[in-house]
Every structure is written in C-alpha cells, then in structure tokens.
C-alpha cells in the first residue's frame, strides 16, 4: 500500500509494507553508524493531514473552523431567524467574512469558539436602498421599486403619474418640441427635482426602514413632527404667529378649527409648524398660444383743424401671432414663462389720428353768422303780447344744429328757468350772445369756440310753445336788435 510522506515540502511516494520497513529501519541505523550523520525520518498518514479554514471577520481573525459550513450554516440560519418576522425584507449580514485554507497536521479547530465570537461580532440587517436629497438622507426602502415609487408619488401631487411615468420611459436626451401641438394645448416635457436625488445601496436595521406615507410627509412638509404651542395669558392669534416667523392666514390653515375672532383658552395647543417642502417638484411644460398684436397709435397733425379737435384717418386692428411658451412651475405655481417662437398669422393695422393745432380764436371777429341752419323768424324783438320780446325766434328748420355766431368763450352752459337749456358766449369785444330752449348742449361753461361751431340743438325746454331757438345780443350789456348785425 502506497502512503503519501512529507518532508520540508517536499512529497513523494514511498512502499511501506513491513519488510521494506524493517529493511529501510536497519538501513537507516547502518548509516548513522557508518558516517556519525543522524538523519529523522518523519511519516505522516492520510488520516493526520487535513484542510482546515481560518476564519476573518471585516479582516480580523475569529478562529479555526474544519470546514466552511460550519460558519455558513450559522449565518444562514441567523438570516432566516431574522426574516420570520419581517417576512418581505432581504436580509443579509454587515460584516464581510472571509476564509483562508490550509493543510495542516494533526489539526485542532475550534468550531464553538468561533460560532461563539460569530455571535458578538455579525449582525443582521436589511438590504436597503438609502435615498438621498442632495447631501441629506431621506430614508431607508426595502427595495429600490418602492424607493422608485414613493418619489414618483411625490411627484404626484402636481403632475399625472402616468406622465411621470411616460416621461422616465423616454431618453431624458431627447425633448419633444411644440411643433405637434395644436393651439390652445399643451404639453408636460420634464418632472425633476429641485435637487439631486440619489439612490444607493445600503444595510440597515429593520426599525429604520420608512414607509411610503412617512416618506411623502417629510418630503411635503419637511418634518414628521408638528410644533404646538400652549396658549398662556394674554395670547393673541397674531402675536403667536408673530412669535414662530407666521402670519395670521398660515394659523389659521394650520389650525382650521380657528378663525380670526376666536377666543383663546389658556392650555389651548395651536400648531404653530412651519412647513416647508424639503424639496421642489419642478415641472416643466410647452404651450402654443394665439393671442392679439396690439396696433400702434399714429398722430398727424393738421392746421386746418382747430386744436382739441381730433378725428380717427384710419381704424386700428389687432394683429394675431402663435406663440410657443415655455412655462415652469415649481410645486404647482408658476415661476416663470419664456417664450420661445413666434409666428405672426395677420399683421395689426396702425390707428391714424388727425389731429388739429389750429389756434381757437377766443375774440369775436365782430362779424355775426346765422346761429341756425337756416329757418324762418317766428318771432321778433321787441313788443309782443303786452311785455317787451328781448330776441328773435327762429323754427322751420330741418338740421336743428345750433352754431356759435362768433368767436368767444362759453361763460354758461346750462338750465335757466324760463330759457330751459341755454348757452351764454362772451365774445371779448364786448359782445355777448344767448341761445335758449336747446333740447341739448354741445358745450360747457370754459370752452372757446370759434364762430360756427356746434355749440347745442335746438328744442323747446323751458317757457317754449314749440321748437325754436331763442337768440338774443348784448353790447357793452345793452341789448341790442340782432338783425342789425347780419
């Protein structure tokens, strides 16, 4: 039979029946007999040789075991004793193990020692994934789906999840344009973060893992813990939300039970928490528009019109464009519009306004124009029916406009009893005219006005008998017969 043999590391294979034995024990005395040289001969049998495992721990040395299982077996059962109660988390240990083998003689292990030293050094936690808002941890997940999915709902709240989703679908390379939109619609091209948001791998105890609701809460509102104040003595709504950097309206939201005239109680709790969002949902969103071109007004100047006088050369028309916007909004507000193509459909057509710079004569020329469009002298000055007439009459006309006989400034414009309507002009050159009964008035107390402008129409108000102008003249505040002045 045929043993292996190791000497200084060297093996080879040696016939060790008992007369070879016998005959290399008295070979082996003549030799040392022979030259003085001792030699020991040294034999090892299958059975004193074995591979054992030094066993580390994160790089630090726990112990000698006979056979890997030993350890894995520990560990696996540690593993399962863990997910029995938290049945839909993937367990595994923190600590990285590690094995070295070696053949030795005549091993000794030491199995329980080393499942002993297991037990204080290896601990069991969950494989989580850690997400992060910029340098900030958020939480912990049990896997990356719900991760994934808690931010999507987050996202959520301003924007259709099944956008996000289509949109984290596409190549984030590559942005679809406006071009396909119709106007009036509009188009969601991005949902992202106002910060960086990072997911990594990481093991965890099972307390530590958030759910999806705490996630979406301190996303929201940027702490899982509200802040109540205590009412004390002499506390007023104001004074609290001055207290905590709030206004009256953000208590009163935080508070819906309150309103502005409620009494408070001494020990009454108000939340006083100021939330904030520990991070933006920035949308992004494409648009095409159609709105109005506004017309630019032109003003020409025409001395042949007197001035204050305007009149319209050429009506204004809005002009139309399409607009391409690109609108951000940040938690659902907008925060900013930008447009980014224009195209015009119609051109707007500028308004043309003649306007006059003729100077407005406020002195009578001394020359009287009839106050009428024609007509007929009903009624003359002088005696009439018993008391004296301190005009003429005129009626019989078809264009009832009255006209100013001559230069001068309107110094009354309104109802005088008897006169009904009535206009009083001072010609400056010591001239004054009336013009009574008028239906209406086309000017007011102030105005200059040249000779033949529209000054009222013609009617029958006041002490009237039918449809005439009543016009009288003064000189120097002498009446005076106005048909010598025509």
Same mark, same amino acid.
């Given at each position: 039979?045929?043993?292996?043999?190791?000497?200084?590391?060297?093996?080879?294979?040696?016939?060790?029946?008992?007369?070879?034995?016998?005959?290399?024990?008295?070979?082996?005395? =003549?030799? /040392?007999?022979?030259?003085?040289?001792?030699?020991?001969?040294?034999?090892?049998?299958?059975?004193?040789?074995?591979?054992? !495992?030094?066993?580390?721990?994160?790089?630090?040395?726990?112990?000698?075991?006979?056979?890997?299982?030993?350890?894995?077996?520990?560990?696996?059962?540690?593993?399962?004793?863990?997910?029995?109660?938290?049945?839909?988390?993937?367990?595994?240990?923190?600590?990285?193990?590690? !094995? &070295?083998?070696?053949? /030795?003689?005549?091993?000794?292990?030491? %199995?329980?020692?080393?499942?002993?030293?297991? #037990?204080?050094?290896?601990?069991?936690?969950?494989?989580?994934?850690?997400?992060?808002?910029?340098?900030?941890?958020?939480?912990?997940?049990?896997?990356?789906?719900?991760?994934?999915?808690?931010?999507?709902?987050?996202?959520?709240?301003?924007?259709?999840?099944?956008?996000?989703?289509?949109?984290?679908?596409?190549?984030?390379?590559?942005?679809?344009?406006?071009?396909?939109?119709?106007?009036?619609? =509009?188009?969601?091209?991005?949902?992202?973060?106002?910060?960086?948001?990072?997911?990594?791998?990481?093991?965890?105890?099972?307390?530590?893992?958030?759910?999806?609701?705490?996630?979406?809460?301190?996303?929201?509102?940027?702490?899982?813990?509200?802040?109540? !104040?205590? &009412?004390?003595?002499?506390?007023?709504?104001?004074?609290?939300?001055?207290?905590?950097?709030?206004?009256?309206?953000?208590?009163?939201?935080?508070?819906?039970?309150?309103?502005?005239?409620?009494?408070?109680?001494?020990?009454?709790?108000?939340?006083?928490?100021?939330?904030?969002?520990?991070?933006?949902?920035? /949308?992004?969103?494409?648009?095409?528009?159609?709105?109005?071109?506004?017309?630019?007004?032109?003003?020409?100047?025409?001395?042949?019109? !007197?001035?204050?006088?305007?009149?319209?050369?050429?009506?204004?028309?809005?002009?139309?464009?399409?607009?391409?916007? =690109?609108?951000?909004?940040? %938690?659902?507000?907008?925060?900013?519009?930008?447009?980014?193509?224009?195209?015009?459909?119609?051109?707007?057509?500028?308004?043309?306004?003649?306007?006059?710079?003729?100077?407005?004569?406020?002195?009578?020329?001394?020359?009287?124009?009839?106050?009428?469009?024609?007509?007929?002298?009903?009624?003359?000055?002088?005696?009439?029916?018993?008391?004296?007439?301190?005009?003429?009459?005129?009626?019989?006309? =078809?264009?009832?406009?009255?006209?100013?006989?001559?230069?001068?400034?309107? #110094?009354?414009?309104?109802?005088?009893?008897?006169?009904? %309507?009535?206009?009083?002009?001072?010609?400056?050159?010591?001239?004054?005219?009336?013009?009574?009964?008028?239906?209406?008035?086309?000017?007011?107390?102030?105005?200059?006005?040249?000779?033949?402008?529209?000054?009222?129409?013609?009617?029958?108000?006041?002490?009237?008998?039918?449809?005439?102008?009543?016009?009288?003249?003064?000189? %120097?505040?002498?009446?005076?017969?106005?048909?010598?002045?025509?």
């Amino acid at each position: 039979m045929w043993k292996n043999k190791k000497d200084f590391g060297l093996t080879k294979q040696v016939d060790l029946t008992k007369n070879n034995l016998n005959f290399i024990k008295k070979t082996a005395i =003549s030799t /040392v007999l022979g030259i003085g040289v001792t030699y020991s001969v040294v034999y090892a049998n299958d059975f004193q040789v074995a591979t054992v !495992y030094h066993v580390y721990v994160d790089g630090e040395h726990v112990g000698t075991v006979d056979d890997k299982s030993v350890v894995e077996t520990y560990v696996n059962n540690q593993i399962k004793a863990e997910g029995k109660e938290y049945d839909d988390y993937q367990f595994s240990i923190d600590e990285e193990i590690t !094995y &070295v083998s070696e053949r /030795v003689f005549q091993p000794k292990t030491e %199995n329980d020692s080393v499942i002993k030293q297991l #037990e204080d050094e290896l601990s069991v936690k969950v494989n989580a994934i850690e997400v992060k808002i910029g340098d900030e941890v958020l939480g912990y997940f049990k896997d990356m789906t719900t991760a994934k999915e808690m931010l999507d709902a987050y996202k959520a709240n301003y924007v259709d999840l099944n956008i996000v989703k289509q949109l984290e679908s596409y190549n984030p390379s590559v942005r679809q344009a406006t071009g396909n939109l119709s106007v009036g619609s =509009s188009k969601i091209v991005d949902v992202s973060f106002s910060e960086k948001v990072s997911l990594s791998e990481q093991k965890v105890l099972p307390n530590q893992i958030f759910s999806e609701d705490k996630a979406l809460r301190l996303l929201e509102k940027g702490t899982l813990e509200d802040k109540i !104040y205590a &009412v004390k003595e002499g506390d007023v709504l104001g004074k609290i939300a001055a207290t905590y950097n709030l206004t009256l309206a953000d208590i009163l939201e935080l508070n819906p039970s309150l309103s502005e005239d409620s009494v408070l109680q001494i020990g009454q709790e108000i939340n006083v928490t100021d939330y904030e969002p520990l991070v933006d949902v920035i /949308v992004m969103k494409e648009s095409l528009e159609e709105e109005e071109i506004d017309y630019e007004t032109k003003v020409e100047e025409s001395d042949e019109m !007197y001035r204050g006088d305007t009149k319209v050369k050429q009506k204004g028309r809005e002009g139309l464009k399409k607009v391409s916007y =690109s609108t951000k909004l940040v %938690n659902g507000k907008v925060s900013s519009k930008e447009a980014l193509k224009e195209t015009i459909i119609q051109e707007p057509v500028t308004k043309i306004v003649v306007k006059g710079t003729k100077i407005i004569p406020s002195r009578g020329t001394g020359e009287f124009t009839w106050p009428t469009v024609g007509g007929t002298i009903t009624s003359q000055m002088g005696l009439r029916w018993g008391a004296v007439h301190k005009g003429l009459d005129i009626a019989g006309v =078809s264009d009832r406009t009255i006209k100013a006989a001559d230069n001068g400034v309107v #110094e009354f414009a309104g109802w005088d009893g008897g006169y009904g %309507n009535k206009v009083v002009i001072d010609h400056r050159n010591g001239y004054k005219t009336i013009y009574a009964h008028m239906s209406a008035l086309s000017v007011g107390k102030g105005d200059t006005v040249p000779k033949g402008t529209r000054i009222g129409t013609m009617g029958t108000t006041g002490d009237s008998t039918g449809v005439h102008l009543h016009f009288e003249v003064y000189k %120097n505040g002498a009446r005076v017969n106005p048909l010598e002045l025509f």
